[in-house]
């Protein structure tokens, strides 16, 4: 099952999905989020390798492409989001004024790819409200309306905002280093966030960003300016950057 749901040429699309198995290439069209309701989806972009579980997605532009792999005996369930790049220019214009540096990082950007954990995010709160309606959506018994798409632009807009705000406070000489350690740095946060209620060893988060500890927690602290084994550290980014 693959239903549009609410769809505009100008605007974009939202789908609803639910798949046991899928194994092909897909490309991302516009700005796109991938929200997994049940089950998980593993995306394969630029040989890395990025597992999706429920109450999470993940997001790309139209520069991604991606390998999706769904193996499941139950449905998995999604929602997907595409929003188009002229909605996301004109709530840049409307909300930050002149800033092509910002713009580019969220349309342009290649492998411009990262994972969310819903509950985090002003995008997963908005995803999370049409979550609600998941089976009446299906059944075509619930309706959504053309506004809803601005309502996701702006939540986009305003979550890469703060990551570009991260992006630049990593001071390397190259871009693409730059984009690589963002990477490692925000695997990790996803990390902790999956694992926050538990017992999280510095060395399993260094692990899990590639880096040795030293170079991870020097790169945590100036990212997201707190130590990334304080077991409230998950509280306080949601709360200084959502």
């Given at each position: 099952?693959n ?14 999905s ?13 700005f796109s989020?991938?929200?997994?309701v ?27 492409s ?5 193996d ?10 595409d ?7 004109e ?8 800033q ?15 994972r969310?954990?819903?509950?985090h ?21 619930a309706v ?7 309502t996701?632009?702006?939540c986009?807009?305003k ?9 630049t406070r ?14 490692f ?25 590639h880096?040795s500890?030293y ?14 084994t304080?077991t ?10 959502y």
């Amino acid at each position: 099952m693959n239903k549009v749901v609410l769809s505009a040429p100008k605007n974009g699309e939202i789908r609803v999905s639910g798949v046991q198995a899928y194994d092909s290439r897909v490309e991302f069209s516009a700005f796109s989020a991938k929200y997994v309701v049940r089950g998980c989806e593993q995306y394969r972009i630029d040989n890395r390798t990025y597992r999706v579980e429920s109450g999470e997605y993940i997001v790309g532009n139209a520069t991604t492409s991606s390998h999706i792999i769904i193996d499941s005996p139950q449905p998995v369930l999604g929602i997907c989001l595409d929003i188009q790049p002229e909605v996301i220019q004109e709530i840049l214009d409307f909300e930050y004024g002149t800033q092509p540096e910002l713009a580019a990082f969220i349309l342009q950007q290649e492998q411009m790819i990262n994972r969310y954990t819903a509950a985090h995010t002003h995008l997963g709160y908005a995803i999370r409200h049409i979550e609600q309606h998941f089976e009446a959506l299906t059944r075509e018994e619930a309706v959504l309306h053309q506004e809803l798409f601005y309502t996701l632009g702006e939540c986009m807009v305003k979550d890469q905002a703060v990551l570009w705000q991260q992006f630049t406070r990593l001071k390397t000489v190259k871009q693409e280093t730059s984009k690589r350690l963002f990477d490692f740095v925000h695997e990790a946060r996803l990390y902790i966030e999956r694992h926050y209620l538990e017992p999280i060893a510095l060395s399993s988060i260094a692990q899990e960003a590639h880096l040795s500890e030293y170079h991870f927690i020097r790169l945590f602290k100036n990212y997201l300016d707190v130590h990334p084994t304080n077991t409230s550290c998950i509280c306080v980014c949601n709360t200084l950057n959502y």
